[in-house]
């Protein structure tokens, strides 16, 4: 199936088997490497992207669906000031999160901010509870992402 798709902001035409998953053609056809495809459920959250600025587990996404929609990953947002300064809050907290939830963390932690500069206790949860991952305890990422928002707004320098 051929179709073009939207990459963080550069357009992709892509030749696929039309039963193949987001994550799948963003991972292993299109070599994103924060894109996991883990769980293939929904459950894990590595697979997390942006389609159209509303995060989505992209191994539950029909990847022709993807088709005239912007799909951000966490490689648009490296380059940016604001990736910086939420890695700054996770290393003041000495949270070194693991390479498979990372992406995924960093990303809808990006897109929290990008909507409102204030975390709210509720946004942290979510940004927890969206990823599964024990690779670092719920205390401290908790504080990281508070770090984050305050790095992320300019409240530290």
């Known amino acids: 199936m ?7 902001g550069k357009e992709y035409e892509v030749d696929v088997p039309s039963n193949l998953r987001l994550s799948q053609l963003l991972g292993m056809v299109m070599t994103r490497k924060s894109v996991k495809h883990n769980c293939g ?21 029909p ?7 912007k799909i951000i990953t966490l490689e648009a947002i490296l ?6 300064n939420i890695i700054k809050g996770f290393e ?10 990372a992406p995924a ?10 909507k409102n500069r204030e975390l709210t206790g509720e946004m942290i949860e979510n940004i927890i509870d969206t990823i599964t991952c024990d ?7 908790k504080e990281a992402l508070y770090l984050a928002a305050n790095f992320y ?3 530290f320098d």
């Open 92 to 101: 003041l907290a000495n949270v070194d999160l693991c390479p498979n939830c």
């Open 41 to 61: 459920t929904g459950r894990c959250g590595y697979c997390l992207v942006l389609i159209d600025n509303t995060p989505i587990y992209s191994c539950l996404y």
């Open 2 to 8: 051929k179709f073009n798709i939207d990459l963080n």
């Open 63 to 69: 990847a022709y669906r993807a088709q005239g929609k």
């Open 79 to 84: 380059q940016k000031s604001e990736y910086s």
């Open 153 to 155: 707004k300019g409240d």
């Open 105 to 114: 963390r960093i990303l809808l932690t990006y897109h929290q901010l990008e």
């Open 135 to 141: 690779c670092t305890d719920v205390s401290s990422l």
